[in-house]
């Protein structure tokens, strides 16, 4: 421990609201090495993409958003260092890309000086430099014709050309670690394959640490090597891809990879769901925070908060009886 | 662009054609003959008679108006009867003052308007973003002339710093010019700040949660970048908008104000000429104020499309 490039130990994030202050991440750790592609899996509101925007601390309004753990980058902690040295990892160090590329891009501005920005700003190019470099990431993530596209706005060309144009912001000032939040969701899925593609294959070219936040179970077996799944704030299990996908110990694990629809196999077989919904943040389960929905739950599970323990090959769990369900789901199927 | 500008050009034709026809109606629909009402009750019928003549209101409606328009198109808009001078005169005699106050007027109103709504927006929900929306609402509510009597109390009667009301015009001197003005551009422009400075605050609200500001902000800018370069541009639309606005109502003569401080302006032309039913100013100044009107809206179009490319490009991607 403490070589990772990046090292999230016990982050917590509280937003205040109108009805009171609410734990969006509760207590989360991991940790991605260079080079490697970390998945953050779960629901709508489990609290992924707030892990993500924590780490830059895009939520920072004073009085709004708190938090507490550590994230150490590099040997420092992020949540403790000044806003002006947070500036200087942003869009340098550390790159985001965001879920909608049809808005994540400004309208008024052409695609060059949106991507010309952080380069002027992080390497102190002229801005004659900062332009060749613009052509050159356009080149890089595949777009054709780029000294004609570098002076056409968002809005004429298509979405999948506007991710990679947000790709090519992100890496224009070659950053450690890249942040993709639900980078293909809004994607047709011919589309989506090919940014992934692209973003693999620039993470070999760059050795960069990439966190990918997804919800879909297909991204993750494809192009991570480690998986994180998020239930509500917690994580509750995490492991490498391939063990996860064999072997999940966690109930909600399970859920969610028998919810994949198979495309061979039994046709007649019912898509298996995960009963219930996810619980809002104001009223968190007193216990382990899946138990109203798990179909293994028992008075225990009700009342007390299991810890996440770390099992053999970097494998870790939540779950008070991952011992007695391990393999309930390759007996039932 | 080009393109664009042309289309805006082209759809004024049908606003100024309406514009035209109403307000040559407003003789014909005022009630009462408009030349017993321009003589008064004493004169006699033959004299009446003769001014109709001469207005030429005995001829067919459609030939009286196309007689006006030929007119308007040479800049002659009829003579007025009680100053005795053209209208074209009149009204640029009494344009001057009111054009300067309304720059004057717009630039206070600006220049408060923009950094409240700004900061307020960036402390949406704090004491500060409170304080000044209550703020604009009272300057919204305060009667313009109101505000002017407690400036003029207090900075011209109280402090002696100002004069208390009159006008000179800039061709005698720029501060003799200015210091007239001053007090009037405070009383309106505080009331105008108050609108833009609401429509600022809402607008940047919007804008600054729109994803392209997280983009910016994880790009590591500092946040007055975000705030005057990615968040501001794209909000000016509205706020440019109501700017156009309130800059037309200031053309068109703060007639309350202007009297308050006693400044020829346009404002006070139409309250005489109303008092004194002289017809031909009254058309002329109305025409003249919507004529304005169309082309603050026409200016304010235009800067849409340099301001958003979305605007300008739409036909041409």
Request: charged share 20%; proline share 5%.
């Amino acid at each position: 421990m403490g070589d990772h490039l990046l090292e999230v130990n016990n982050l917590k994030t509280h937003f205040r609201t109108e009805r009171g202050k609410v734990t969006a991440v509760d207590g989360i750790s991991f940790h991605v090495d260079r080079g490697e592609v970390l998945a953050i899996v779960g629901e709508s509101g489990c609290g992924k993409s707030v892990t993500a925007q924590s780490i830059l601390r895009l939520f920072e309004e004073k009085g709004v958003t708190s938090y507490d753990g550590e994230i150490n980058f590099e040997g420092k902690n992020l949540l403790k260092i000044s806003d002006s040295e947070m500036r200087k990892i942003r869009g340098n160090d550390i790159s985001m890309i965001f879920q909608d590329p049809l808005s994540s891009l400004n309208p008024v501005f052409t695609i060059g000086d949106q991507i010309m920005e952080p380069i002027m700003l992080h390497q102190k190019l002229s801005k004659k430099e900062a332009y060749e470099r613009a052509i050159e990431m356009l080149k890089l993530i595949g777009i054709p014709a780029p000294e004609q596209r570098v002076h056409e706005y968002p809005h004429q060309i298509s979405g999948g050309m506007r991710q990679r144009v947000m790709i090519a912001i992100a890496l224009a000032c070659q950053p450690k670690l890249l942040i993709a939040d639900e980078p293909t969701t809004a994607l047709d899925v011919t589309i989506q394959s090919q940014i992934l593609e692209l973003i693999d294959s620039l993470r070999q070219k760059l050795d960069m640490g990439i966190m990918l936040i997804t919800h879909d179970l297909g991204v993750v077996a494809q192009h991570c090597t480690r998986v994180a799944v998020m239930y509500l704030g917690e994580v509750v299990e995490e492991g490498d891809v391939e063990s996860l996908f064999e072997n999940p110990l966690h109930p909600y694990t399970q859920g969610l990879i028998s919810s994949i629809p198979q495309l061979f196999g039994n046709r007649n077989k019912k898509l298996s769901i995960i009963k219930g919904m996810v619980p809002s943040l104001n009223e968190i389960p007193k216990g382990c925070r899946f138990a109203p929905r798990c179909p293994f739950a028992d008075a225990k599970c009700m009342n007390e908060k299991p810890e996440l323990e770390t099992l053999d090959h970097n494998k870790r769990i939540k779950c008070w009886h991952h011992q007695t369900i391990k393999g309930a789901v390759s007996n039932a199927t | 662009m080009k393109s664009y500008i042309l289309k805006r050009i082209l759809s004024l034709i049908p606003v100024l054609l309406i514009v035209s026809i109403v307000v040559f109606m407003i003789i014909h629909l005022t009630p009462g003959d408009p030349a017993a009402v321009i003589l008064g009750p004493e004169a006699s019928h033959e004299d009446v008679k003769q001014l109709q003549e001469e207005l030429g209101l005995n001829d067919p409606v459609y030939q009286q108006y196309f007689h006006w328009v030929e007119g308007v198109f040479q800049g002659n808009l009829g003579d007025s009867f009680f100053m005795d001078k053209p209208v074209t005169e009149a009204i640029l005699e009494h344009l001057g003052p009111t054009i300067s106050l309304a720059i004057l007027s717009q630039i206070t109103a600006i220049l408060i308007a923009l950094p409240l709504g700004i900061m307020a927006a960036r402390k949406r929900g704090t004491a500060t973003d409170q304080t000044f929306m209550g703020l604009s609402l009272l300057g919204i509510s305060i009667p313009h002339f109101l505000f002017g009597l407690f400036l003029i109390i207090i900075l011209a009667i109280n402090l002696r710093w100002l004069p208390v009301a009159g006008y000179k015009p800039l061709s005698a001197g720029f501060w003799e010019h200015i210091k007239y003005l001053i007090m009037p551009a405070i009383a309106l422009g505080t009331g105008q700040a108050a609108l833009i400075a609401r429509m600022t605050r809402s607008s940047m609200v919007e804008t600054l949660n729109l994803n392209f500001i997280k983009t910016a902000r994880s790009k590591g800018l500092h946040e007055r970048k975000v705030i005057y370069k990615h968040t501001l541009r794209n909000a000016f639309i509205p706020i440019l908008t109501v700017i156009g606005q309130t800059f037309g109502t200031l053309v068109a003569g703060a007639a309350v104000t202007e009297t308050v401080f006693n400044i020829p302006g346009i404002g006070q032309l139409i309250i005489n000429s109303v008092e004194r039913r002289d017809y031909m100013v009254i058309q002329g100044t109305v025409l003249m104020v919507t004529l304005t009107y169309v082309l603050i809206n026409l200016l304010v179009d235009l800067l849409y499309g340099v301001i958003d490319p979305r605007v300008r490009l739409k036909k041409e991607s």
